[in-house]
């Protein structure tokens, strides 16, 4: 037993939309087709949000709503939400204030944080601090996207990539030996250039200009970014691994964020786990901060209470990590 409070995942809800982009439908958009985007990310077919003023905070509640009716909980008793996100519904106000109004949490305060890809781990280690504090006892994070908003349909490099999703956990605390146990986080803001957006904001503010130049979509150096992924996804995991004195048979489960499938092959190999790793993208593509919880979502009647998981992602920023986490509950009993 541990004399001291940890964080716990109680509980995953999650929702992707019912619309459906092919690879097909791709390939009647740009110069490209079903077995060059399979071969080359692994994606067969991605989620669309539809409906004019529709954003992430639709996708935020349902995911929520689920996990308050598999978790029973009373949305009055929820004292935080936080929103991990880069396509918010707005400017301002946040995200999660829309989410927790929305879905009766009429007791949390509320913020919205941004770490890209990596978001859900960040935000996960916002959250377990939270609980570590004693001073909070029910946490919601939401973590998701709405990426079709921001990919442009006339780039063949980039718009195969992404899909829209959200999912958010119940964080709880607890004083066994599960949970939240280690965190491994990083951020280098050399990576400004190689993945950004470059118009919207106050640098470059909205204008007819950046409009036509096309400035307000997901812009990607890919082969950059890919080799960075790769390496610093692994390394992040790596070191989690030898610093906690885990050996590959101690591992259950690494769940890596779903960016491109030679990447999640790659990262798995440095490893040496490639039969226990998630995957989901050929579903659902890069839903940045939602690939893990997706994961966690889809896979959650095969955990068991006390597997080991490596969580890893890599987003813009550049933002990196890796969270070692032990599993708090059977999930078919969920």
């Not at 080359?40 to 996708?59: A, D, P, W």
Request: hydrophobic residues 40%; aromatic residues 8%; contains cysteine.
């Amino acid at each position: 037993m541990m004399d001291k409070i940890n964080a716990i995942i109680t509980g995953i809800g999650g929702y992707v939309p019912e619309d459906v982009i092919t690879n097909e439908d791709i390939s009647k958009m740009v110069d490209t087709s079903d077995e060059w985007i399979t071969s080359r990310v692994g994606i067969k077919e991605r989620r669309i949000l539809q409906g004019e003023g529709v954003g992430l905070s639709f996708m935020g509640t349902k995911a929520v709503e689920e996990l308050f009716a598999k978790t029973n909980t009373n949305p009055e008793d929820v004292q935080l939400v936080l929103c991990a996100t880069t396509t918010p519904d707005y400017a301002f106000p946040t995200t999660a204030s829309m989410i927790a109004y929305s879905t009766g949490c009429k007791n949390a305060f509320t913020f919205d944080m941004q770490a890209a890809c990596a978001g859900f781990i960040h935000a996960l280690e916002v959250a377990a601090n939270f609980i570590r504090s004693g001073r909070y006892s029910k946490i919601v994070v939401v973590s998701g996207d709405k990426m079709t908003s921001i990919t442009d349909y006339t780039d063949r490099t980039t718009c195969p990539l992404f899909g829209d999703g959200c999912g958010a956990v119940l964080i709880e605390p607890t004083t066994e030996e599960l949970g939240i146990l280690d965190a491994n986080l990083h951020t280098d803001g050399s990576g400004l250039e190689h993945l950004h957006m470059k118009g919207g904001g106050s640098a470059y503010p909205s204008s007819h200009e950046t409009v036509d130049k096309r400035m307000h979509y997901v812009y990607q150096d890919g082969q950059y970014v890919f080799k960075h992924a790769v390496t610093l996804m692994a390394d992040a995991s790596i070191e989690i691994v030898e610093r906690n004195r885990l050996t590959r048979d101690d591992i259950d489960w690494i769940v890596p964020h779903q960016a491109n499938l030679r990447i999640i092959d790659a990262v798995a190999r440095r490893m040496g786990v490639k039969e226990k790793v998630m995957i989901n993208i050929q579903k659902y593509g890069n839903t940045s901060a939602a690939t893990i919880p997706l994961c966690l979502w889809e896979y959650e009647d095969k955990l068991k209470k006390g597997d080991t998981m490596i969580l890893t992602a890599f987003g813009a920023g550049f933002s990196w990590g890796a969270v070692y986490l032990k599993w708090a509950y059977d999930g078919k009993k969920a």
